[in-house]
């Protein structure tokens, strides 16, 4: 059970008291400055008093200059001095948005895609075709049959998005509804009826599937000329009958126009079977959701017989494992919201732009995928990652191991420097084992993998300096070994950096680095 971290509110009302204080501060000695002439003390009476009025009328214009610059540094970033041969800025032809894991019914999240939906409203300069919505869209509408999260989800999109942009939907079997599979599933049927009658027809405006095809949770919409298909899954897996139907509109639509891309999504991520038939379909543009991941790295782009976008999702993040090494929950996973603003110019190539919804900004490497071509080149983009450089530690980097002497069984702190990649990607994953020898002649291992919380930092701005974790302390005499090792996304590791402490009557903090990483 995922759990909302409740003081975040009370640290941003920190934050906004704090900022208050400033501008007052700063208005006040202003006043005070331009009455320097005078000769005469300021009375008491005299003094600057702002009424709530004026306090929030000035952070209304900070916050309208912050978001200037933040529009104006977009713009040149990604339409004035943008250079891809690749792809033309200056005839976009179809934008949409690519969105999943809304959860609406879970707390406070009703607002927060409402904020996000208004951010992306102010990165769209050449109007939004249409939103995508790739599954999950409510948080538990499938277990409690609770239509008003059903109605929150069409309410706080259709009043934040522009009046002629169209929604594309697939539904989450895990949140959502049942499986379609209708003949044996009574009560999957009636969930998909009521998101349709409750959604309303903005959401299916744009679709050109029967009855039919719709009762197998299959969905065929055309969007400026472009076509999208989605499928709800079966229990992870999908029907044949619902596969037969992939297959089929795929083949009618790329005959028909070859050298055109054909986006396609379901929210479970491909399974066998869905990948057998997206193979043949160079031309496939395919999104996935469900697993929370963040796009921060390249991991969440692929190439291969067609192109893979995963979807970060809006309600919360997942950490992924690395190396088959799983990384511990970390709190504050609520900080998050991520989708895509898809561009397609007039040429066929097509755009990502990677937008951070929490923190309101743009991951500056946007991701370029050609037209499709007949010789399967455009694939070659991202069909192999990068070779990735491993992260190093500084020269002097050293862990510090905190023991309370008065105390030695009070927790030990144990705190390392933060390793950097040269080529910039993000170090996504700290390994760490500690080994504890008591004088007993007793010893314990203790192994922690801890996010670098990359996804908090959009373009690496602000990463920690350093990581801290914490062991139960143990009598005295002891001695503590700790190593540590840093992961990118591709799982390539750093050197280890080692420290030892023992109790020597000096405590003395080894700092080692080995070379010795695969």
């Given amino acids: 059970t ?125 109007g939004l075709d249409a939103v995508l919505i790739n599954g999950d869209l409510t948080n538990s509408y499938r277990a409690s049959k609770d239509e008003s999260q059903i109605a929150s989800v069409r309410d706080v999109l259709v009043n934040n998005l522009p009046q002629n942009t169209s929604f594309f939907y697939s539904l989450g079997t895990s949140h959502d509804a049942d499986g379609f599979n209708t003949t044996i ?84 991520p491909a399974s066998k079977s869905l990948n057998k038939v997206l193979k043949d379909f160079p031309q496939v543009i395919y999104f996935s959701a469900h697993e929370h991941i963040p796009f921060n790295t390249p991991v969440a782009i692929t190439q291969n017989s067609f192109t893979t976008l995963s979807i970060g999702g809006f309600a919360y ?21 991520q989708g895509y603003l898809i561009e397609v110019d007039k040429n066929g190539n097509t755009r990502a732009l990677r937008l951070d919804f929490f923190n309101e900004t743009v991951i500056k490497e946007s991701w370029v995928i050609p037209s499709p071509k007949s010789d399967k080149s455009h694939l070659e983009t991202y069909s192999s990652r990068k070779n990735y450089e491993k992260a190093v530690f500084a020269e002097d980097a050293q862990i510090v191991i905190d023991v ?68 139960d302390g143990v009598a005295s005499p002891y001695s503590y070994t700790v190593t540590v090792k840093a992961y990118n996304c591709l799982g390539r590791v750093s050197s280890t950096l080692k420290g030892e402490l023992k109790t020597d009557g000096y405590n003395t903090i080894l700092g080692i680095k080995e070379e010795n990483a695969a």
């Fill in 317 to 337: 993040y997942r950490e992924e494992s690395v190396n088959s090494l799983s990384l511990q929950d970390n709190n504050n996973n609520y900080e998050y919201g």
């Fill in 2 to 126: 995922k759990r909302f971290p409740f003081y975040l509110f009370f640290e941003k009302k920190v934050l906004s008291l704090l900022l208050v204080v400033s501008i007052f501060t700063s208005l006040f000695a202003a006043c005070v400055n331009n009455s320097g002439s005078s000769t005469e003390k300021p009375s008491a009476s005299s003094e600057v008093t702002l009424s709530p009025e004026e306090i929030a009328a000035a952070l209304e214009e900070e916050a309208k200059a912050k978001e200037a610059a933040a529009l104006a540094e977009f713009k040149s970033t990604f339409y004035d001095n943008y250079q891809n041969e690749n792809f033309d800025v200056n005839n976009i032809v179809l934008t949409f948005a690519a969105i999943s894991d809304l959860h609406i019914g879970l707390y406070q999240q009703t607002s927060k895609v409402e904020k996000g939906m208004q951010f992306l409203n102010r990165r769209t300069l050449n």
């Fill in 404 to 471: 309370d002497e008065s105390n030695l069984f009070a927790p030990v702190k144990i705190t390392f420097p933060a390793a950097k990649a040269p080529d910039g990607q993000p170090v996504t994953m700290y390994n760490i084992t500690i080994e504890i020898s008591e004088g007993s002649g007793t010893s314990r291992e203790e192994t922690l993998n801890i996010s670098s919380l990359y996804m908090k930092y959009p373009n690496g701005i602000g990463m920690p300096e350093s990581y801290s974790v914490t062991v």
């Fill in 185 to 268: 599933n009574k009560s999957g049927k009636e969930q998909r009826e009521a998101f349709i009658r409750v959604l309303g027809d903005r959401f299916s405006s744009a679709d050109i599937e029967d009855e039919k095809d719709l009762a197998n949770g299959c969905k065929h919409a055309v969007i400026k000329d472009y076509h999208f298909l989605s499928l709800d899954n079966e229990n992870g897996d999908y029907t044949n009958a619902s596969l037969k139907w992939l297959q089929n509109e795929l083949k009618k639509i790329t005959t028909a126009e070859p050298n055109k891309t054909v986006f396609v999504m379901t929210h479970i």
